[in-house]
Every structure is written in structure tokens, then in C-alpha cells.
């Protein structure tokens, strides 16, 4: 799936197994900007999937607005 934020599409995926950030530790979740991916390992829970996955997009969008050139563009979905 891919996911508008900001100006970029990320590419949203669950995952097999453990991720591991740069330094080789364990996480829930990656938010890679040079990709432009966002990873949830399937080793979370279900029952807290959706808040992990909302803190990444919360981290793509803060990447976005303050790391970019490009003008930040709000966020307008199908949110009720």
C-alpha cells in the first residue's frame, strides 16, 4: 500500500520477522525517508499494529514537514 505524506509516497508493507534499526537493534517499525518505506514487523501484536503504524506515519510526516525543501501540504483524508 502507499501512503501520501507530505509531498512523498512511502510505500507502506508488513513484514516477516524482527526489523533492526541501523545499529542492529530490535524495533517494531522502520520509516526509512530515503526509500520512502514504512515497515511494521509482523511480530507486533495485531492489537497494537495501528497505533505503531500511526507513530511511523507520525514520524514520516515530522520528517517531511521540517527535513524538506518542499512545502508541507496538510494532511486531508477519509479521517471520521
Not at 3 to 14: A, E
Not at 53 to 59: G, I, Q
Request: contains cysteine; aromatic residues 8%.
Amino acid at each position: 500500500m502507499n501512503l501520501d505524506i507530505g509531498s512523498r509516497s512511502y510505500r507502506f508493507q508488513v513484514v516477516p520477522g524482527p526489523l533492526r534499526n541501523r545499529e542492529g537493534k530490535r524495533c517494531a517499525t522502520l520509516c526509512d525517508h530515503a526509500k520512502g518505506e514504512i515497515l511494521v514487523s509482523d511480530a507486533v501484536p495485531w492489537q497494537v499494529r495501528s497505533e505503531i503504524t500511526a507513530l511511523a506515519v507520525s514520524e514520516a510526516w515530522r520528517h517531511q514537514a521540517f527535513n524538506s525543501a518542499a512545502p508541507v501540504i496538510p494532511f486531508v483524508g477519509g479521517v471520521k
